[in-house]
């Protein structure tokens, strides 16, 4: 995978999905970051070459389930997969992103096996 987007609006956690991205051995050349949906947008402007994100539910300015609704505007599921990182109990919040076009989600907290489960699809 070239490049990853990581929206979460805790940086801590946004470290820690990197950190278990490379325990999962799923080889990222270039990882962008981002603190809300705004920024992940912005982010996918000056970086069309994101290959995959990895997305929040909750975060102030834009939830993840706005940013989706957002960027499935002008890409497609297979053009750009979005998996979802939610905390456990936001079941509901996960459906409605994947009803906007997510292509998957992982829970919090996660893996190196269960992200490299969620990812598998999309990374080879
Ligand atoms: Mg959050």
């Known amino acids: 995978m070239n490049k990853v987007l990581i929206v979460d609006d805790s940086s801590t956690m946004r470290k820690i999905i990197q950190r278990v991205l490379r325990q ?4 990222v ?3 962008i ?3 809300n949906g705004v920024e ?5 402007e000056s970086n069309p070459d994101i290959g ?10 834009m939830n993840g389930i706005d940013f989706v609704r957002n960027l499935r505007t002008t ?3 297979e053009a750009l997969p979005v998996i979802m990182v939610t905390t456990e109990g936001g079941g509901e919040m996960v459906n409605t ?3 906007l076009g997510a292509n998957g989600y992982v829970c919090k907290p996660f893996t190196p096996e269960s992200i490299r489960s969620a990812l598998e699809p999309f990374v080879s």
Do not use: Q
């Open 52 to 61: 995959l994100v990895l997305s929040d539910v909750n975060m102030p300015e």
């Open 40 to 44: 992940g947008l912005a982010a996918l």
């Open 75 to 77: 890409r497609t599921k």
């Open 29 to 31: 050349d270039n990882v």
């Open 97 to 99: 992103a994947m009803e």
């Open 33 to 35: 970051e981002a603190a």
């Open 24 to 27: 999962a051995d799923i080889a």
